[in-house]
């Protein structure tokens, strides 16, 4: 959205999660942790892009690339747990 808040690659991870019905507190609480956990306790895009920057990477398209395989991977986990896809 180009507004700097929450990571836009989060926020279509939670979209997909709803479309599949999966709402309950706990699942997206574990979701929102688990990022947390893997990007020093933040999931705001203009922290991240910083985070980013201030380990040296500077190419701001594979951060966001790689934001949106970690969402769509934790997704996809999610999902398999809960029996709401196979594979």
């Known amino acids: 959205m180009k507004c ?6 989060i926020t279509g991870g939670l979209m997909v999660l709803g479309l599949y019905g999966v709402e309950d507190g706990k699942t997206i609480g574990a979701y929102f ?9 933040c ?3 203009a ?16 951060h966001c690339d790689g934001m949106v395989y970690e ?3 934790l997704v996809e986990e999610i999902l398999r747990e809960q029996g709401k896809i196979s594979g």
Do not use: F, M, P
Not at 4 to 9: I, L, M, P, Q, Y
Not at 47 to 62: E, F, M, P, S, V
């Open 71 to 73: 969402c769509v991977a």
């Open 47 to 62: 922290q991240l892009l910083k985070i980013d920057r201030d380990k040296g990477n500077t190419d701001k398209k594979a």
């Open 43 to 45: 999931i705001e895009c």
């Open 4 to 9: 700097g808040s929450v990571c836009g690659a």
């Open 33 to 41: 942790r688990r990022l947390r956990a893997n990007h020093e306790n």
